[in-house]
């Protein structure tokens, strides 16, 4: 089996493997029943298709090469989300539950539009608008399926070295989110959500008690700050919070505030903090969604690319529609997204090495071709023009030998079993 490039600007190969994907996990809101029988039979079938090309693979080389930047990716990554956890446990604590529960939404103009559109489109097309197509787990196993596409040419290997963008973009972009949602609290659009998710103090933190409760309201009470820049409100007695012992992590209780019940870790909090309840600008889910579709374009492109296109933009709609984000969360992640995958080309691209590295091989021996075309030499010419395609090929020893055919088996392997614990055991990918 070969994904041809052919086959990718008519969206065949893989976008049908794809597309196929999306649609059997969809038959989940439609028919269980089949949704229960088709799924294991296409992940077989994909494992098995996988395990046929792995020995026959042309460069294992290259993968060895970009095997450790991956995994410092995926340190990296894992850096960027434990901040994310903690920025979102410490930005739904400091105002307590009863700010939750009492500040309303901020008005928004994208949730107005799509109101006002389902009173004007056909009921069959607001209802495929609603519809569950996609979610944060549909665009990670889209970017998996792509990653293990160069094992049949249809991308440009290395595989690690794609996963290894891939992954670095994605920590880059929840670290600015982390950053951006940390700086100011903006309140959600679902009030409900911290008091069904959270377990804080109902009252602010006391530097919220002191530097933002006595000025939240009050226009002259504001004024009066801007004119004095201090804190002059007296802001009474100040409530303190519950301080479990957790030895050289204490630090983290300001910005945990864990309760009673729940403080015996600090881990176990971050475990819980789930998607958080505040609007956390800009949208986490969306930037993968982005960056999913930005990889799918650059490394392989063609009509399924533009499919891949769509379903972001329904996801992007869904958010708003029911309410996961505002607006402005959504077009921040799409144009950051953007930004962030163009910025980060030089861990991996799609461009045509071989090419580059033809054209410099033959600026090289420029003088050499050109006397041996005087001198009408034409085994000299044949040997230069030879020494040239050698030049745009990879090494000889790409091609994976015995000794080291537990690599690729292994990866492969621990790779579907990561990807079947992460998608059973986690909540929407």
Request: net charge positive; aromatic share 12%; hydrophobic share 45%.
């Amino acid at each position: 089996m070969r994904w041809s490039p052919r086959m990718r600007c008519g969206g065949a190969g893989l976008g049908i493997a794809a597309m196929a994907y999306i649609t059997i996990d969809y038959l989940r809101e439609i028919s269980p029943l089949w949704h229960s029988r088709l799924q294991p039979s296409l992940w077989a079938i994909l494992f098995i298709i996988v395990l046929s090309r792995i020995f026959s693979y042309n460069h294992w080389s290259a993968e060895f090469r970009a095997f450790i930047p991956f995994l410092a990716s995926i340190l990296f990554l894992l850096s960027a989300l434990l901040f994310e956890a903690l920025s979102v446990r410490s930005v739904t604590a400091v105002l307590g539950l009863d700010w939750h529960r009492n500040t309303d939404p901020l008005p928004d103009t994208g949730q107005w539009l799509l109101l006002a559109l389902n009173e004007k489109l056909p009921q069959t097309v607001v209802d495929l608008l609603r519809a569950h197509i996609v979610g944060l787990h549909h665009f990670l196993m889209l970017f998996i399926m792509l990653g293990f596409s160069v094992l049949f040419d249809s991308v440009k290997a290395p595989g690690f070295g794609l996963g290894a963008r891939y992954l670095f973009t994605m920590a880059i972009g929840r670290l600015l989110r982390a950053i951006s949602f940390v700086s100011t609290i903006l309140p959600s659009p679902r009030p409900w959500c911290a008091t069904a998710r959270f377990h804080v103090p109902e009252y602010p933190h006391h530097w919220a008690q002191k530097y933002y409760t006595p000025y939240a309201s009050d226009p002259n009470a504001i004024r009066q700050l801007i004119n004095k820049d201090f804190a002059y409100a007296d802001p009474g007695t100040l409530q303190g919070d519950y301080r479990p012992d957790w030895g050289s992590m204490s630090f983290l209780i300001d910005f945990l505030r864990p309760l009673p019940p729940e403080g015996s870790s600090w881990l176990h909090l971050l475990k819980k903090a789930g998607g958080g309840c505040n609007d956390l600008l800009y949208s986490g889910h969306m930037l993968v969604a982005v960056l999913t579709a930005m990889a799918w374009t650059e490394a392989y492109g063609g009509f399924s690319s533009a499919l891949v296109w769509l379903l972001v933009i329904h996801s992007a709609q869904r958010e708003i529609r029911e309410r996961h984000h505002y607006t402005v969360d959504c077009v921040v992640a799409i144009y950051v997204g953007i930004l962030l995958w163009k910025m980060t080309g030089f861990i991996w691209s799609s461009k045509n090495v071989s090419r580059i590295k033809r054209l410099t091989k033959l600026e090289k021996i420029q003088g050499k071709l050109m006397q041996a075309s005087k001198d009408s030499d034409i085994e000299e010419i044949r040997k230069l023009l030879n020494e040239v395609e050698l030049a745009s090929q990879d090494n000889p020893g790409d091609k994976v030998s015995r000794k080291v055919m537990l690599f690729p088996l292994l990866i492969v392997i621990s790779t579907f079993i990561i990807i079947a614990l992460a998608f059973t055991h986690t909540s929407d990918g």
